[in-house]
């Protein structure tokens, strides 16, 4: 059998069609040049959904390769059953061939038709599209098993099934990192009010701002109110779609980079990444005081707590975005004078991650210095947590003469401007303040990532879903002093 009776074959099949070509005496050969052929394709589809200069991910091939390897598998299930245990690799040529046909004929044009529809909240259409895109490839196995034994219809009906566990069910739990990104052509400094940001860490507090007076009382007792007006602004979760709900918590009030970063990231994840109308920003700052509620421990447990009610705790995912200080005895810091406000720990942010009702798929980001300690307490089989620094490192950039932190820079302003996987961006912004670090002959922070293949699987078919807005720029809300 040659590439091109292969790939007329899995045309066949996609258009439910019996394949006409023989699979006996095919090798590994031509399912390792179709392998080649499937990544190709891959590359050219993400080219029409990836703005320009692109970039290969080279982690992408990995997607390719998992998807080939459980399509062989799923061949050889099929064959076993049907009896035709001997030309497992023709079977395996003729299902990628498939594979490929499907992803250009079916999945592509359905996934942009789904993504369209959720975009103009015709969520109906959406999941009947997603579900037209699922089902087929079910049919194509049913067509390609009957093939193999046309008098078994209940048995090709069988090994269908069994091959669809392998090959399409499986999958949807696998992460799945992109193939192609946007590339970066020129880097740009951190951004700062004058000097670029230095190694100003948590002692360094001569130069922050003298807050404005308020009235501490008042401020203590709005603060339900305030909560529950930030809660009933949610919008409800979409069923069927991976929807996203964020967090931001804005620790010390005395440096306006704080507020900077919270807000831009309340910005960044609204307008972007479609979380508009989904994100509670927890804010200490002497000029929000009346409108926006205080990042503290118990507003921190409430609001992750309304977060939980409103999304479908086993469908969305929820990303919380934290920005403070940090001690070298990993203690966040939170600070608004001259309210007596608690410290948070490692054991004090998981609990209140426990949410009630419990989410499950969370992304954690904790940008303070130390807060690598915060990394082992946050982390399971379906969060993914990042820290801005080892847990015996500082961070940079948290200055009072600083509009943004090294790592906001680095990871919010620049990598998700830039890509939409969470883990690519990381990546991204590591390398950035690296060089940033190594620019002002800093000690490198080494940020820190905890990952799993089932929330990277998760953050994948989010991702999917995505139709991501225009990039974000970052203009600081509060200057610096």
Known sequence: MSPGAALWSGVRAVALRSPRTNPVGSGPGLFVLLTVIYYAVAVSLAMLMVEPPWAIVS????????????????????????????????????????????????????????????????????????????????????????????????????????????????????????????????????IVATNPPGPITDGDD??????????????????????????????????????????VFAGDAQENVFRNEAEYAEKLFSQRFGAEGRVIVLENNAATVATRPLATLTNLTWA??????????????????????????????????????????????ADALATKPGVRWKVVVVNACYSGGFVDALRDDSTLVIASARADRTSFGCGADSDITYFGKAFLAEALNQTTSIPDAFARAKKSVAEWEDRDKEEHSEPQIATTRSIEAKLATWERGLKPGAAVPFVPVAPAE
Request: zero cysteines; aromatic letters at 10%.
């Open 206 to 247: 001569e130069d922050t701002a003298k807050a404005p007076a308020f009235d501490a009382e008042e401020v203590i007792y709005n603060q339900r109110g305030l909560l529950d007006a930030a809660a009933a602004k949610l919008k409800p979760q979409t069923p069927g779609v991976v929807d996203l709900y964020v967090v």
């Open 304 to 349: 992750l707590d309304d977060v939980a009610k409103a999304m479908d705790p086993a469908e969305d995912v929820l990303f919380v975005y934290v920005t403070t200080h940090g001690s070298a005895d990993h203690e966040l810091l939170v600070d608004l004078d001259p309210l007596p406000l608690d410290q948070i720990a490692p054991d004090d942010l």
């Open 59 to 190: 982690f992408g091939v990995m997607t390719v390769l998992t998807d080939a390897l459980l399509t062989l598998f799923a061949a050889w299930v099929i064959a076993r059953i049907m009896g035709r245990g001997e030309i497992v690799w023709g079977v395996a040529a003729v299902l990628l061939a498939a594979t490929i046909m499907t992803s250009i004929l079916v999945h592509a044009p359905l996934a942009w038709l789904a993504a369209t529809f959720a975009a103009g909240e015709h969520v109906a259409l959406a999941l009947l599209a997603e579900l037209v895109s699922r089902i087929w490839w079910l049919l194509v196995l049913i067509v390609v098993a009957h093939w193999l034994a046309a008098a078994s219809v209940a048995r090709a009906f069988f090994a269908a099934l069994l091959g669809y566990a392998v090959s399409a069910a499986m999958w949807w739990w696998l992460p799945a990192m992109p193939v192609l990104t946007t590339t970066v052509i020129e880097a740009t400094p951190p």
